[in-house]
């Protein structure tokens, strides 16, 4: 509603409001017109944001860890909570039961069916030869009858040859070996039948750093079939381990008499044919293992209404607030659409209260703000965000909402001022208490920051200062979270009780957060400005710094006009700094606003010299005014060109408002009058300035200051009475003239303004003592 109230119409000035109308047509007429449209647009959009960032269709979730709950907490519904470490101890079992997976080698599972030929092509190949020498590689290399690097003299070769001969003598005549050979592999086919089924891995592929498999452990075999291979034990796949008299072959050799006679050289041979016929398959055992972590079940525990979830006089820890997460989540489910609307629509109405308090003071004390879109948009784009902010910090483990709060309310105090950074301190506070779950000790704790942070603001004129803002909101933060705990604590023992000290810790934390705040608004301060279009102290002081291009080129194009700059310099900082007002922004202010008599400053009578003749002489009165008000033009493309700030550039358009080029319009007057025709009349707007009229009580000052410093060099006598009157004389015209109707300036601040630049412009004009004229020698 703060939107639609009309400005207080000045005494002796008509109203924009016809006489009649109702309130209703007031309404409808500003809606109609655009900028309010927008402005009112703008700001619905925004609330339906926040709304919606909130989490407003929620109650908040207020347990924070570490929280002390000395009475308790039952639990207000049945609900069931997954266990996540008893859940993730199951999914631990049901992986490490995943036995891994084998698959075949074609190679390994070849050479296993081919077991028993192999064998016999050996045994007919032994009783066949005549000579040890005669036997192929082969044979010798499946009996192991292969030393390395062999000598006709090597004992190894003598013991091979009497193996050879032993097992030729046991075999028989070449001629009658046949059919024991015949009936050796008929049993040994027997014998080798369960390596068929099962295959054989290598000892070294089961101790892989990837796999680490025991030989009690179980595992998968992969087969042809769509049926799930039967689990078996490393152990059953290991020829060693086979082999050993308790292993499943070696303890059946008695079971085959052919066999039982060459068992040495039988085992042996079949250590030196085997190949592995089974690998390790990692792909299948990480899907394997993959699926059997899904699929466990979540282990879940069950409450009933009722139940003690955290005992009294405890501390939330980690298993408390997720039980709590779990009650949380089991009473929202329960919450219908129609309950949620409700809520919503309750959040809409309180951010609709808090920035209709607000809106009413911008468009009452800060119209630049209310009234400029871009402004209003920065505005309220940087508060949703910092709410936000403040609200996604406050959670586990980060505690830090007060840090977007006290940078934004810091801002505003440097952009604006400090009632509007404390008045939307207080709202933010507001909101992000009340969407967090928070209490009045964290409501309070948090405006107390703020008003730490935003009193010491009025100026700032050096980085540091931030620095010891931050440093004192901190010290604020900490000494009221502890009197708070103090007042709402009954046995103060209790307090400091806490193993951990986290009530302490929590303050010192929070304190920690304030004064990293004073350094991120010290860090980004260019930034800000840029952004809010505004200037510190600090800019300032670099502006005001005569080597600056600007004032140089003025200086050397135009002394008169430069001289002129600082006088006025010097008295609008002093009637400033009376009213309260931004001294030190109206003296750089006043250095920049003339600079743009620098492009023709011949023609402006503070550049020259004496007996020069002015070039108005020979320009009719119409165009020596368009030079003179020229100027401003003039002056606010060069500042745009030297990028100097948008509150510089305000003064140089606005130094002058609207007023009237007076000289050169009674000129023209006279000349229309000394017609005899009065072919044309005079226009008086085609000799005012463009305008606009000041903004601001600073650019009001230096309209004052600017007429009465020129003025005054233009007495003969400056004496204080005359001084007084010339002031007094070019306030009351500024004002009859509407030049203040856009600022604040009040009729009380004006008076002290007129009291401090006649005081200003006596000192500069005191008398002096006429010293005696010096003999010469």
Same mark, same amino acid.
């Given at each position: 509603?703060?939107?639609?109230?009309?400005?207080?119409?000045?005494?002796?000035?008509?109203?924009?409001?016809?006489?009649?109308?109702?309130?209703?047509?007031?309404?409808?007429?500003?809606?109609?017109?655009?900028?309010?449209?927008?402005?009112?647009?703008?700001?619905?959009?925004?609330?339906?944001?926040?709304? @919606?960032?909130?989490?407003?269709?929620?109650?908040?979730?207020?347990?924070?860890?570490?929280?002390?709950?000395?009475?308790?907490?039952?639990?207000?519904?049945?609900?069931?909570?997954?266990?996540?470490?008893?859940?993730?101890?199951?999914?631990?079992?049901?992986?490490?039961?995943?036995?891994?997976?084998?698959?075949?080698?074609?190679?390994?599972?070849?050479?296993?069916?081919?077991?028993?030929?192999?064998?016999?092509?050996?045994?007919?190949?032994?009783?066949?030869?005549?000579?040890?020498?005669?036997?192929?590689?082969?044979?010798?290399?499946?009996?192991?009858?292969?030393?390395?690097?062999?000598?006709?003299?090597?004992?190894?070769?003598?013991?091979?040859?009497?193996?050879?001969?032993?097992?030729?003598?046991?075999?028989?005549?070449?001629?009658?070996?046949?059919?024991?050979?015949?009936?050796?592999?008929?049993?040994?086919?027997?014998?080798?039948?369960?390596?068929?089924?099962?295959?054989?891995?290598?000892?070294?592929?089961?101790?892989?750093?990837?796999?680490?498999?025991?030989?009690?452990?179980? @595992?998968?075999?992969?087969?042809?079939?769509?049926?799930?291979?039967?689990?078996?034990?490393?152990?059953?796949?290991?020829?060693?381990?086979?082999?050993?008299?308790?292993?499943?072959?070696?303890?059946?050799?008695?079971?085959?008499?052919?066999?039982?006679?060459?068992?040495?050289?039988?085992?042996?041979?079949?250590?030196?044919?085997?190949?592995?016929?089974?690998?390790?398959?990692?792909?299948?055992?990480?899907?394997?293992?993959?699926?059997?972590?899904?699929?466990?079940?979540?282990?879940?525990?069950?409450?009933?209404?009722?139940?003690?979830?955290?005992?009294?006089?405890?501390?939330?820890?980690?298993?408390?607030?997720?039980?709590?997460?779990?009650?949380?989540?089991?009473?929202?489910?329960?919450?219908?659409?129609?309950?949620?609307?409700?809520?919503?629509?309750?959040?809409?109405?309180?951010?609709?209260?808090?920035?209709?308090?607000?809106?009413?003071?911008?468009?009452?004390?800060?119209?630049?703000?209310?009234?400029?879109?871009?402004?209003?948009?920065?505005?309220?784009?940087?508060?949703?965000?910092?709410?936000?902010?403040?609200?996604?910090?406050?959670?586990?483990?980060?505690?830090?909402?007060?840090?977007?709060?006290?940078?934004?309310?810091?801002?505003?105090?440097?952009?604006?001022?400090?009632?509007?950074?404390?008045?939307?301190?207080?709202?933010?506070?507001?909101?992000?208490?009340?969407? @967090?779950?928070?209490?009045?000790?964290?409501?309070?704790?948090?405006?107390?920051?703020?008003?730490?942070?935003?009193?010491?603001?009025?100026?700032?004129?050096?980085?540091?200062?931030?620095?010891?803002?931050?440093?004192?909101?901190?010290?604020?933060?900490?000494?009221?979270?502890?009197?708070?705990?103090?007042?709402?604590?009954?046995?103060?023992?209790?307090?400091?009780?806490?193993?951990?000290?986290?009530?302490?810790?929590?303050?010192?934390?929070?304190?920690?957060?304030?004064?990293?705040?004073?350094?991120?608004?010290?860090?980004?301060?260019?930034?800000?400005?840029?952004?809010?279009?505004?200037?510190?102290?600090?800019?300032?002081?670099?502006?005001?710094?005569?080597?600056?291009?600007?004032?140089?080129?003025?200086?050397?194009?135009?002394?008169?006009?430069?001289?002129?700059?600082?006088?006025?310099?010097?008295?609008?900082?002093?009637?400033?700094?009376?009213?309260?007002?931004?001294?030190?922004?109206?003296?750089?202010?006043?250095?920049?606003?003339?600079?743009?008599?620098?492009?023709?400053?011949?023609?402006?009578?503070?550049?020259?010299?004496?007996?020069?003749?002015?070039?108005?002489?020979?320009?009719?009165?119409?165009?020596?005014?368009?030079?003179?008000?020229?100027?401003?033009?003039?002056?606010?493309?060069?500042?745009?060109?030297?990028?100097?700030?948008?509150?510089?550039?305000?003064?140089?358009?606005?130094?002058?408002?609207?007023?009237?080029?007076?000289?050169?319009?009674?000129?023209?007057?006279?000349?229309?009058?000394?017609?005899?025709?009065?072919?044309?009349?005079?226009?008086?707007?085609?000799?005012?300035?463009?305008?606009?009229?000041?903004?601001?009580?600073?650019?009001?000052?230096?309209?004052?200051?600017?007429?009465?410093?020129?003025?005054?060099?233009?007495?003969?006598?400056?004496?204080?009475?005359?001084?007084?009157?010339?002031?007094?004389?070019?306030?009351?015209?500024?004002?009859?003239?509407?030049?203040?109707?856009?600022?604040?300036?009040?009729?009380?601040?004006?008076?002290?303004?007129?009291?401090?630049?006649?005081?200003?412009? @006596?000192?500069?004009?005191?008398?002096?003592?006429?010293?005696?004229?010096?003999?010469?020698?």
């Amino acid at each position: 509603m703060s939107f639609f109230f009309s400005r207080r119409v000045r005494p002796g000035r008509l109203s924009v409001h016809k006489v009649g109308t109702s309130w209703s047509g007031r309404l409808t007429e500003r809606l109609s017109q655009t900028d309010v449209a927008l402005r009112l647009a703008i700001c619905f959009v925004v609330l339906a944001g926040l709304v @919606i960032a909130l989490q407003s269709w929620q109650a908040p979730f207020p347990h924070r860890l570490g929280d002390d709950v000395p009475n308790g907490m039952l639990a207000r519904v049945d609900f069931t909570r997954v266990n996540q470490d008893k859940t993730e101890l199951a999914r631990i079992d049901r992986i490490n039961r995943e036995p891994p997976v084998f698959r075949k080698i074609p190679a390994g599972v070849e050479r296993l069916e081919n077991l028993g030929t192999d064998l016999r092509r050996h045994l007919l190949e032994v009783v066949e030869v005549s000579r040890f020498e005669e036997l192929s590689a082969e044979c010798r290399a499946a009996f192991g009858w292969i030393a390395s690097g062999p000598t006709p003299l090597d004992p190894r070769t003598t013991a091979f040859e009497e193996e050879w001969k032993s097992l030729r003598s046991a075999l028989g005549p070449a001629n009658l070996a046949e059919r024991p050979i015949n009936e050796l592999y008929g049993e040994f086919s027997q014998f080798v039948a369960p390596l068929l089924q099962v295959g054989i891995v290598d000892l070294a592929e089961l101790s892989r750093p990837r796999q680490k498999i025991r030989l009690d452990d179980e @595992i998968s075999i992969l087969s042809d079939s769509t049926e799930d291979p039967p689990k078996r034990f490393a152990s059953d796949v290991v020829l060693d381990e086979l082999l050993k008299a308790t292993g499943s072959l070696g303890s059946q050799w008695k079971s085959f008499p052919l066999l039982t006679p060459l068992q040495p050289i039988l085992e042996k041979w079949l250590r030196n044919r085997i190949i592995p016929s089974l690998e390790f398959d990692l792909a299948t055992t990480n899907q394997r293992i993959t699926l059997a972590n899904l699929s466990t079940p979540p282990v879940k525990d069950t409450y009933k209404r009722g139940t003690l979830l955290v005992p009294p006089g405890s501390k939330i820890t980690e298993e408390y607030l997720d039980v709590l997460h779990a009650q949380y989540d089991e009473l929202e489910s329960r919450v219908g659409i129609g309950e949620r609307i409700v809520r919503m629509v309750t959040v809409l109405l309180l951010l609709i209260v808090l920035s209709g308090l607000i809106g009413c003071y911008l468009v009452r004390n800060e119209r630049r703000l209310a009234t400029n879109v871009s402004r209003l948009a920065v505005y309220l784009f940087a508060v949703t965000l910092s709410v936000v902010l403040s609200r996604l910090l406050s959670f586990d483990h980060w505690r830090a909402e007060v840090v977007p709060l006290l940078c934004t309310v810091m801002v505003l105090a440097i952009a604006y001022n400090q009632v509007l950074a404390a008045l939307t301190g207080f709202a933010m506070s507001l909101v992000v208490t009340l969407s @967090i779950g928070g209490d009045v000790s964290g409501f309070v704790v948090l405006m107390s920051a703020i008003a730490a942070s935003v009193v010491p603001l009025n100026q700032v004129s050096n980085r540091m200062k931030l620095v010891k803002v931050g440093f004192g909101a901190a010290l604020t933060y900490l000494f009221i979270t502890l009197g708070t705990g103090i007042i709402e604590t009954q046995q103060l023992g209790q307090l400091w009780a806490d193993a951990d000290h986290r009530f302490l810790l929590n303050g010192l934390r929070g304190a920690g957060w304030c004064f990293l705040s004073g350094f991120l608004v010290s860090g980004s301060l260019p930034f800000v400005e840029n952004l809010f279009g505004v200037v510190t102290d600090i800019s300032l002081l670099e502006l005001s710094d005569v080597s600056h291009p600007l004032l140089q080129e003025l200086i050397q194009r135009a002394p008169g006009t430069y001289s002129h700059s600082n006088g006025v310099a010097t008295i609008a900082e002093t009637a400033a700094d009376a009213i309260g007002a931004n001294g030190l922004l109206c003296r750089v202010g006043a250095y920049y606003h003339d600079i743009g008599k620098m492009m023709k400053p011949h023609y402006f009578v503070e550049n020259m010299t004496a007996g020069q003749t002015s070039r108005h002489e020979s320009l009719n009165p119409a165009m020596s005014a368009l030079v003179i008000i020229g100027h401003v033009k003039d002056g606010v493309e060069l500042a745009h060109q030297h990028n100097l700030p948008e509150p510089l550039i305000d003064f140089i358009e606005q130094h002058h408002g609207t007023t009237l080029v007076e000289y050169f319009f009674h000129a023209a007057t006279k000349q229309a009058e000394m017609q005899p025709d009065h072919r044309y009349d005079v226009q008086e707007s085609a000799y005012r300035y463009p305008g606009p009229r000041p903004q601001s009580r600073e650019a009001a000052v230096l309209m004052i200051a600017d007429a009465v410093e020129g003025a005054s060099r233009t007495l003969a006598e400056p004496t204080p009475k005359r001084l007084e009157t010339l002031v007094h004389e070019i306030a009351m015209k500024r004002l009859l003239d509407g030049q203040f109707d856009e600022s604040s300036l009040t009729l009380s601040e004006l008076a002290v303004i007129e009291d401090s630049l006649t005081k200003s412009l @006596i000192g500069i004009h005191h008398g002096r003592i006429k010293y005696p004229e010096q003999k010469t020698a």
